[in-house]
């Protein structure tokens, strides 16, 4: 019965391969697309053994807080380091190459990041020196940078650009990220005395909770009441920002989803009408209405996932192979193939294969054989 | 006496086309006694097909009684009418009908794929029915590499490889040459005279009616009384 299938598969080849095709290149974008959608949903956990709250401006994470609330934040319990950290926004040389550069305390900012670590002479280097800065290994080994080489950093919202030496390269933790003192941003601007968010390392992680409340309460009825969240749970609500990309993703894949469905639909409804006579003939030999379905629908699945291997196939190595995470800053950090989009996306396919073929099929397999006979006869 | 091979009484198929009605067979009456080769004539539309159809089990009649070997073929499920097509029938058409992304040897296959015969002895049944109808040497042609009298000969072979009790032939000569058709019927002779077979076939084609030992007329859907 395989024999069969594959024979009539092969009978017109070109239209089985431009079928296979565009479920190949349809199957590629939904793939890409699920991995973006899944990546937009799974913010990248840097370092997560080690329990990191976030404390921004409740009324939003871009309005800026005052760099004394250092401090009263320390003073918690439960608080055993903290930090803090300002976006930077800027570029090196090329404005499409965006990375995540950040104004830190030089002095804690490795205390609450203990997922990264660095050579305790680079440390000190980095801390001594007030243009100094520090890359994780994965922006260093990309743009090549070596310990002391010069870096300016272009194109900043602030209105400045940082003129750095690279002092050290930390493995672990948020590794696409780029790192200078505060003191050289905050001097640069006149002294404003603005962070954009602290970080605070916790004791325990079944405390963030209590810590949390205890930070907020400390702001509540000021100018600058707080919200301390998870690292995890900041990182969430960040790419909340971006839900109504996720709406437009999902809706582009619906699309391509039912355009693929249509395209295996048209081609296996030819390709099937024109054989009600063969069904017919297959009947009149004894094969029942199930042989005849089973037949039909093989044919479709084996098109379908055939495409499906090459474009899933294809999205995986790509995807997976390329470090995309380099381009993306830690929102998309995690653009890889997981099983589950895997299985999305195959199970997509053997929906369309037995959606597409289901009703010619199935018109093939019950027609009375007789007017099936004639209608080609 | 034996069992006829069919036996038919009343029966009648009406054909419903919206609010049209067409009267295909109108009560018949007929009796096919087993190594009889039948031979249907009568013009277009005179229902010998539908007829043909109905006895080998692919149409249902709207009236009447029906016993193809001894069973009530209209009665049956669907499934179990194929099941039955695949043991008892042998069905040879006009245009061949053989699937041409397959050989000859596959085409013949085909209805021993329901079985459960190993591939061996599947080979052993193809071989034999290619041989007999003097195919052996173009088992490995496609339907297209053979002229049409050979692809009917494969469609006869197909035909026979189950080792049906019951032929039909829907105008087995009608899209041959007239060297061609008469090796065709030829063929059909020896089926019925030395294997026994009975043979209903369909046909205009008087010289195709010589070879058969009973030939019966429909007209307008009428089955006209034999001729003595």
Redo the contacts between chains.
């Keep these: 019965?395989w024999?069969?299938v594959w024979?009539?598969l092969?009978?017109n080849k070109r239209r089985s391969f431009l079928t296979g095709s565009s479920v190949a290149v349809s199957l590629f974008l939904l793939s890409s697309l699920a991995i973006v959608y899944t990546a937009l949903g799974t913010p990248l956990q840097h370092g997560d053994a080690i329990p990191i709250m976030m404390v921004h401006r409740a009324a939003g994470i871009v309005l800026p807080m005052t760099a004394g609330h250092r401090a009263r934040i320390a003073a918690v319990p439960g608080v055993v380091a903290t930090s803090s950290l300002t976006w930077f926004g800027g570029y090196w040389k090329d404005p499409s190459d965006q990375f995540g550069n950040f104004a830190v305390d030089a002095d804690t900012i490795f205390d609450v990041q203990a997922a990264s670590r660095i050579a305790p002479e680079q440390l000190a280097a980095f801390k001594g020196e007030r243009t100094a800065a520090v890359a994780g290994k994965q922006l260093a080994d990309k743009h090549q940078w070596k310990i002391g080489d010069r870096i300016t950093l272009l194109g900043s919202m602030w209105g400045i650009t940082p003129e750095l030496t690279l002092r050290g390269i930390f493995t672990g933790g948020p590794e696409d990220q780029f790192w200078f003192h505060w003191d050289y941003l905050n001097e640069a601007m006149g002294r404003p005395n603005i962070v954009g968010m602290y970080f605070i390392r916790i004791d325990r992680a079944e405390n963030a909770a209590r810590i949390g409340q205890a930070v907020d309460k400390l702001f509540r009825n000021t100018d600058t009441e707080t919200k301390t969240e998870s690292l995890n749970a900041f990182l969430l609500s960040f790419v909340s920002l971006l839900g109504n990309v996720r709406l437009i993703i999902l809706a582009i894949g619906s699309a391509v989803g039912f355009a693929i469905l249509l395209i295996v639909a048209n081609s296996m409804g030819m390709s099937i009408r024109e054989r009600t006579?063969?069904a017919?003939?297959?009947?009149?030999?004894?094969?029942?209405?199930?042989?005849i379905l089973r037949l039909f629908l093989g044919e479709s699945l084996l098109v379908t996932l055939a495409g499906a291997l090459l474009g899933v196939g294809g999205a995986t190595l790509l995807y997976d192979s390329l470090a995309l995470s380099q381009i993306g800053q830690f929102v998309f950090a995690d653009m890889r193939m997981r099983p589950e989009t895997l299985v999305f996306c195959m199970g997509v396919s053997l929906i369309v294969g037995l959606a597409a073929a289901g009703l010619p099929a199935y018109r093939a397999a019950k027609t009375?054989?007789?007017e099936a006979?004639r209608y080609v006869? | 006496m034996a069992e006829p091979v069919v036996q038919i009484s009343e029966l009648s198929k009406v054909f419903r086309r919206d609010s049209f009605e067409v009267r295909a067979l109108d009560r018949i009456d007929l009796t096919v006694e087993p190594g009889d080769f039948l031979c249907l004539m009568g013009p277009s539309g005179s229902g010998k097909?539908?007829l043909l159809?109905i006895i080998?089990g692919?149409?249902r009649p709207t009236d009447g009684a029906l016993q193809v070997l001894g069973e009530d073929v209209a009665e049956m499920s669907?499934?179990r009418l194929?099941?039955w097509?695949?043991?008892h029938?042998g069905?040879v058409?006009?245009?061949f009908?053989l699937?041409?992304?397959?050989t000859a040897y596959?085409n013949v296959e085909?209805?021993l794929?329901?079985t459960k015969l190993s591939g061996e002895e599947r080979k052993q049944h193809v071989l034999a029915v290619l041989k007999l109808v003097g195919l052996e040497d173009r088992i490995h042609h496609y339907p297209r590499q053979l002229s049409g009298g050979q692809e009917q000969r494969v469609a006869i072979a197909?035909a026979m490889v189950?080792d049906p009790t019951l032929l039909v032939a829907d105008e087995p000569t009608g899209d041959l040459d007239a060297h061609s058709a008469e090796e065709v019927l030829e063929i059909l002779s020896r089926l019925n005279t030395e294997f026994k077979k009975t043979i209903i076939m369909v046909t205009h084609d008087p010289r195709a009616a010589k070879h058969a030992t009973v030939t019966r007329h429909l007209e307008k859907g009428q089955l006209l009384p034999p001729e003595s």
């Design positions: 019965m024999r069969l024979k009539n092969l009978r006579a063969e017919a003939v297959l009947r009149s030999l004894g094969f029942r209405s199930g042989h009375n054989i007789a006979l006869g | 097909t539908t159809n080998a692919i149409d669907e499934d194929a099941a097509r695949n043991v029938i069905f058409f006009q245009t009908n699937i041409p992304v397959l596959e085909l209805p794929l329901l197909r189950t």
